[in-house]
């Protein structure tokens, strides 16, 4: 069980984003990607999700072996991929529960009833303690960034994906916030669930352990390795690696 | 005998009538409301037998009311009051409802002491039609002191291609008392030209607090409607209006209110949805002709096909009118490539100090709230459903009726369901 991407290629109507991306996130595995600004780390998120914005001129995604390189993004969302978007959009007039609701329903053939979504929805808001005013109102209309991040994290928490992909979910966070979006994503991941945190700082991965870290510079993947890799970019920055991706190229 | 009040007022009607040419609305810039296609002449008034249960009538009726008990209610079929109801403990504390003919006989005091007090037949040719020819009418007084919570229903028919109806409703809503009034414009889809042209007035008498709502649905027949709806707001009265156009061949609505007296306060919700080769022009005016009075107006629209809509709103603020607070905003949204709309937001202020502001905006879907949504599992066109009704949800919800509200988003949601294709392609071109 594995999401997939293969020498991704990625292009916008201006210019080329990603130029062979590799990757693979397995089920139970955490995933960090790291990259300076403008390195590509959301446009590969997006393209993952299907935006259109995005056009992919080589390479592959493949869910679990089969290629959906070409799906819908609500077809991929109802296969199991999430993304918290880095920067989420907002839905005028249409409600955090009911928003909830009509997601979860679009998973499944029967609706689901509304003591059992009312449940679901209860412990979910309690794991991140979210105020039970907030599902009452209109998405992301008016949502603090942290609001907005926690919006994003119960919106994963009701729709339990097999991937899901985390787009700097940690920025603009309080600590106190972000210990609370750490320990909901602790509580959903395992065995069950793959999880790519893009992410600029290792705070958050002090909370939730990466089993390998990415690190993405001009559109490639230029490094990988453990979580120490994380850990040594915090120190050093990212002039080492252009450095040594330099001296690689010349 | 009709008594003499209303017989000048029809004659004066009738020469106004006559004497008018078929009227066309310019505006600055491209917009147009002309009834060159309307055949008047082949247009006239229908008569019809009353009916013992509604569904006798055409379905549209019955699936616009779905039930639900009121406290009183009048169908026009064409030019003929078909259906009457009226809730009788109501009637014993003295609440009327019936046709507004049957009212001039039985209460002749009352109708010549409010009857067009804010209409006038020097308006235009066809504010004198509906002054001149209107048969039927709906005749509506709540009195003193007393709450209904109940609907109290008047609705329009027209059910055949060829039929000039001409309505006038007058309502009263006495002091102290509490009353919803709903007006239905309906009719099913038929082939041919019809005219609905009527007079609305409402009087909301100190201290009362009255909702109302006008539902329009003329289904996808040409039925032209040209009418004026007028509320007056009494001191320390309050009267929230929620106006609702889904369908019509051509509408050309000016709708007022007029806080009239201080401490009046009045909210207005408006919204349309216009579709296929459907015009729909309103001008609202929020009159406000006394100081501390309050208004807030927030009117929204979404087109499909190559309808055109306009909407304009006024604030007009007289002399001497201050410590007035109001607020005036009005969105389009275009879900089509071959719509038009226009939102004009406009303020006349002739006092100081006072608190008034307007704006309006011409917008669309956004492509990045769709993939937002399809993200989350929601196909393309649920997503823009969703969106559509969360656009409109701010003005749905003011009506505050489970069942009315049912049914506006029912029909938005088939509306968009029609027009699906067209849609889709639109949002993800741009
Ligand atoms: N829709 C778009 N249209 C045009 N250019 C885009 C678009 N999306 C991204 N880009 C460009 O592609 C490059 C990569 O952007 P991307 O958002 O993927 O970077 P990022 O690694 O997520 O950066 P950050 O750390 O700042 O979030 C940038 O130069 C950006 O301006
Ligand atoms: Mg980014």
């Not at chain 1, 787009?167 to 999880?195: K, Q």
């Not at chain 1, 991965?205 to 453990?226: A, K, S, T």
């Not at chain 2, 009227?23 to 491209?30: I, N, V």
């Amino acid at each position: 069980m594995s999401l997939e991407i293969k020498n991704l290629h990625v292009r916008t109507e201006e210019k080329e984003i990603l130029k062979g991306v590799d990757l693979v996130v397995r089920r139970g595995e955490t995933h960090a990607l790291m990259g300076p600004n403008g390195s590509g780390k959301s446009t590969l998120a997006n393209t993952i999700m299907g935006n259109p914005n995005y056009e992919v001129t080589e390479g592959q995604i493949l869910l679990n072996g089969e290629d959906i390189t070409e799906a819908e993004p609500d077809e991929r969302a109802r296969a199991g991929v999430f993304m918290a978007f880095q920067y989420p959009a907002t839905i005028p007039g249409v409600s955090v529960a009911n928003f909830l609701r009509t997601a979860v329903n679009a998973k499944r053939e029967e609706p689901i009833s509304v003591k059992e979504f009312g449940q679901i929805l209860r412990a979910n808001m309690e794991l991140l303690k979210v105020d039970p005013q907030f599902t009452s109102r209109y998405l992301n209309e008016g949502f603090s960034g942290g609001e907005k991040k926690r919006a994003e994290i119960l919106q994963m928490a009701m729709l339990k994906p097999e991937f899901a992909v985390l787009d700097e979910t940690d920025s603009g966070l309080d600590i106190d916030a972000l210990r609370i979006v750490a320990d909901g994503v602790n509580a959903l991941r395992g065995p069950e669930m793959g999880t790519l945190i893009i992410t600029h700082y290792t705070r958050i991965l002090n909370y939730v352990r990466p089993d390998f870290v990415h690190i993405m510079l001009d559109g490639r993947i230029v490094r990988e390795g453990g979580p120490e890799l994380a850990d040594h970019l915090e120190e050093q920055g990212y002039d080492w690696i252009r450095e040594e991706v330099g001296a690689g190229a010349a | 005998m009709p008594p003499s009040f209303l017989e000048e007022r029809r004659k004066a009607a009738l020469e106004v009538y006559e004497r008018e040419p078929i009227p066309t609305w310019r505006r600055s810039g491209f917009w147009t409301t002309s009834l060159r296609k309307l055949r008047l002449d082949e247009l006239g008034p229908r008569r019809y037998d009353p009916v013992a249960s509604l569904d006798e009538l055409s379905p549209v009726v019955t699936d616009a009311l779905r039930g639900e008990e009121l406290a009183g209610l009048i169908v026009q079929r064409g030019a003929s009051t078909v259906y009457t109801e009226v809730d009788p403990a109501l009637a014993g504390q003295g609440l009327i409802v019936m046709p507004l003919e049957q009212a001039v006989e039985e209460h002749t005091e009352l109708v010549e002491r409010w009857y067009m007090k804010r209409l006038s037949e020097k308006e235009g040719k066809f504010p004198a039609a509906s002054a001149a020819f209107w048969t039927g009418g709906a005749f509506v007084y709540v009195p003193r002191d007393i709450a209904i919570d109940k609907p109290l229903q008047v609705v329009y028919l027209i059910d055949e291609p060829g039929t000039a109806q001409y309505a006038h409703t007058l309502a009263i809503v006495d002091e102290g008392s509490k009353a919803y009034l709903r007006e239905y414009c309906l009719a099913p889809d038929f082939e041919g030209q019809a005219l609905h042209a009527g007079g609305f007035e409402l009087y909301c008498r100190p201290s009362s607090n009255v909702k109302l709502a006008h539902l329009q649905d003329w289904g996808a027949g040409e039925v032209h409607d040209i009418s004026t709806k007028r509320v007056e707001i009494a001191a320390d009265a309050h009267c929230g209006w929620v106006p609702i156009y889904l369908g019509g061949r051509l509408t050309k609505q000016t709708l007022d209110i007029i806080t009239a007296e201080r401490g009046a306060d009045m909210r207005h919700n408006g919204l349309y949805f216009t579709e296929r080769d459907e015009h729909l022009d309103v001008f609202t005016t929020d009159l406000h002709e006394q100081g501390h009075t309050t208004g807030d107006t927030v009117f929204k629209g979404a087109l499909t096909g190559e309808s055109r809509a306009s909407y304009e709103g006024l604030i007009e603020i007289v002399h001497g009118a201050q410590e007035t607070n109001t607020y005036l905003q009005t969105h389009s949204m275009l879900l089509s490539p071959k719509a038009k709309a226009d939102a004009i937001p406009s303020l006349i202020v002739k006092t100081d100090s006072v608190s008034a502001s307007h704006g309006g905006t011409v917008g669309e879907i956004d492509e990045e709230q769709v993939f937002y949504m399809q993200t989350r599992g929601v196909p393309r066109l649920e997503a823009i459903r969703i969106l559509v009704e969360g656009y409109f949800e701010e003005i749905v919800q003011k009506l505050d009726d489970e069942v009315l509200e049912a049914v506006v988003r029912e029909r938005i949601a088939g509306k968009l369901t029609e027009a699906a294709a067209e849609v889709e392609e639109y949002i993800a071109q741009r």
